[in-house]
C-alpha cells in the first residue's frame, strides 16, 4: 500500500493531518477508533468485513470517509484527496442493516463477548429481554445461535463452515 500511495505523490508522515486507518486483522479499526484521539486528524477507515453492522459502528466515531471492500486502489487515492478537500462520506455496498439501532447495540455486546447479565445492566434491561433481543437479532439476520452472531459481527462466517 505504502508503493501505491508513494506512486500518486501521498506521503507517510507520523504528524500528517489524515490517517488512513486500515481493519487488518479485522476489527483493529473499531479498537483503534474507541481510543483514538483524532481532534484536529482526517481518519479514513477501510475494511473489508462484510457487516452492514459493524459499518454503522465505525462510522459512528465519525471518520472523514469509509471504504468498505477492495478500497486500497484508486478508491483510496480518491478518498485521500477527497477528504483533503472536506468531505466526509462512505463507500458501503448497497445493503444496509436489518437490525433496529438498540439492537445492534445487542450485537455489538454479543461480538465482544459479553454476558446476558453484563449487556442487561449496560442496557438497564432484564435478563430476559436481552435473551429475547438475541433471539430476534438471530432470526432477522438467519443465524443459529449468538456465537453466530458473533462471528458475523466480525465478519467470519466462514469459521461455522
Known amino acids: ?4 500511495l508513494n506512486a500518486h505523490g501521498f506521503q507517510q508522515e507520523a ?14 479499526a473499531l479498537r483503534e477508533l474507541e481510543h483514538m484521539d483524532n ?12 457487516c452492514p453492522e459493524y459499518w454503522e459502528d465505525l462510522w459512528s466515531f465519525q471518520p472523514a470517509v469509509l471504504l468498505v ?12 484527496t477527497r477528504a483533503a478537500q472536506g468531505d466526509h462520506y462512505r463507500s458501503t455496498p448497497g445493503y444496509s442493516t436489518v437490525l433496529t439501532v438498540p439492537e445492534r447495540i445487542v450485537l455489538h455486546y454479543i461480538a465482544r463477548g459479553w454476558s ?9 434491561v432484564s ?8 433471539t430476534t437479532i438471530c432470526e432477522k439476520l438467519g443465524l443459529s445461535d449468538r456465537s453466530a452472531a458473533m462471528l458475523y459481527y ?3 462466517l466462514d469459521l461455522l463452515v
Not at 127 to 134: A, L
Open 1 to 4: 500500500m505504502s508503493n501505491s
Open 15 to 28: 504528524t500528517a493531518s489524515i490517517l488512513v486507518l486500515v481493519d487488518a486483522p479485522q476489527g483493529s
Open 39 to 50: 481532534k484536529g486528524r482526517l481518519v479514513i477507515v477501510t475494511t473489508h468485513n462484510p
Open 69 to 80: 471492500g477492495d478500497s486500497l486502489g484508486d478508491e483510496l487515492h480518491d478518498a485521500i
Open 116 to 124: 446476558l447479565e453484563r449487556i442487561a445492566e449496560a442496557r438497564g
Open 127 to 134: 435478563s430476559k429481554t436481552v435473551s429475547n433481543t438475541i
Open 154 to 156: 466480525w465478519g467470519r
